[in-house]
Structures are given as structure tokens and as C-alpha cells.
């Protein structure tokens, strides 16, 4: 069944963004009961846009495109150039130090509105601290 989910997915993700005028290189994997896709190509910064929202806004027909074609609803994240794991990385980082700044000033610290997945690697990230 995952082979086959990848299949299709891959084939959405390389129409999308060769439209966007890359020529991609696209790898799939299963991970965690999600699809993820790893883009490689030229002008990797187009298809992450500013603070990855245009990552995030390539994801949202391709989990359409896909989820319509199968019978239980799959969530496919894309990835490109590793921009997301740089980003969870830096933003686990930044709930750390801010974590550790409350905790030790005993206030309550505000942040610039996130996406819910970021909002979500916060979180997990803030676990840590009562």
C-alpha cells in the first residue's frame, strides 16, 4: 500500500513543481503513518518561500490531489532541500533557551505567531519545563 501511496505522490509533487519551472529530483518514504518527500533541484528557495510558507502552500494540493484517490486519509509532508529539519532543529533551540529564560525570570514569554506545525514542534520541544 505505501509503495504504491509514494508512487502517486511523487508523480503530484514532480507535475507541481516542475510547473513552478524545476526540474526536481524526488525521493519518498513512509515515516512515523505519514508520506514524506525529500525535493532536491535547482532554486530550492522558490519552493520554500519566506519562513517556508510556500512549502507549506505546495503541501496543501498535493495532500488533496493525493487523499482523493485513496480510501483512508494520508498527510504528506514535502521537504525540500532539508529546510525542514533545519527549521525544527533551530526552532527546538528556540523553545529551549526561551523555556529556560521563563523558567528562570518566573513570567510568561510571547512569541510571533507560528503554523500549527511549528506551533506543534514548540510544544514538544516546552515538555521539557513545568
Known amino acids: 500500500m505505501w ?10 509533487v514532480f507535475l ?9 529530483e524526488i525521493q519518498g518514504h513512509s ?20 519562513h517556508g510558507r ?3 502552500a505546495l503541501e496543501i494540493p498535493i495532500n488533496r490531489m493525493v487523499n482523493r484517490r485513496v480510501k483512508e486519509p494520508v498527510r504528506i509532508v ?8 533545519g527549521r525544527t532543529e533551530s526552532l527546538g533551540k528556540l523553545a529551549g ?8 525570570e518566573g513570567k510568561v514569554i510571547t512569541m510571533d505567531p507560528f503554523s500549527a ?11 521539557q519545563f513545568p
Open 117 to 127: 506545525l511549528e506551533r506543534r514542534i514548540i510544544h514538544l520541544a516546552l515538555q
Open 97 to 104: 533557551r526561551l523555556g529556560e529564560r521563563a523558567k528562570r
Open 78 to 85: 514535502v521537504d525540500v532541500g532539508g529546510y525542514r529539519n
Open 3 to 12: 509503495f504504491q501511496l509514494i508512487e502517486i505522490t511523487n508523480e503530484f
Open 16 to 24: 507541481l513543481v516542475k510547473r513552478v519551472g524545476i526540474e526536481p
Open 54 to 56: 510556500t512549502l507549506e
Open 31 to 50: 515515516w512515523e503513518g505519514r508520506l514524506c518527500h525529500e525535493v532536491e533541484g535547482d532554486s530550492e528557495g522558490i519552493l520554500v518561500g519566506k
